[in-house]
């Protein structure tokens, strides 16, 4: 099993990206997906989550700006992030807690990151 997120780049202040983060292999399901976000000289930090159901959780300093979703179909999790703001730059990660079709346990898996830069 894979992640492969994209989406990430530069943006002015006041902007908007749309990040994206796939997974494929032997997946018998997915349970939770989410957005974490690394920025220089910190910790990472967990942006939203939403689990199989679609309920939502965003960190305080996202709410009413960022956006999670997700495509069972296709098995890809969205972060749609609006009126960005130059403390938003950082490192992407996307994460989902899958349960492959062997072994029958369910993995956390972590994509590669993507950068985002908020910057006029």
């Known amino acids: 099993v894979q992640l492969q997120a994209s989406g990430g780049g530069l943006v002015q202040p006041g902007g908007s990206l749309r990040l994206s983060c796939a997974a494929s292999?032997?997946?018998?399901?997915?349970?939770?997906m989410g957005w974490y976000r690394q920025a220089p000289g910190k910790q990472r930090e967990l942006v939203a989550t939403?689990?199989?159901?679609?309920?939502?959780n965003y960190a305080d300093s996202v709410k009413g700006r960022f956006t999670i979703s997700r495509d069972n179909a296709k098995d890809t999790v969205y972060l749609q992030m609006n009126s960005l703001k130059p403390e938003d730059t950082a490192v992407y990660y996307c994460?989902?807690?899958?349960?492959?079709?062997?072994?029958?346990?369910?993995?956390?898996?972590w994509g590669q990151g993507t950068q985002v830069t908020v910057s006029s």
């Open positions: 939403i689990t199989m159901g679609a309920t939502t």
């Open positions: 292999g032997r997946i018998f399901s997915i349970n939770d």
């Open positions: 994460n989902m807690r899958i349960l492959p079709m062997s072994p029958p346990r369910i993995v956390e898996y």
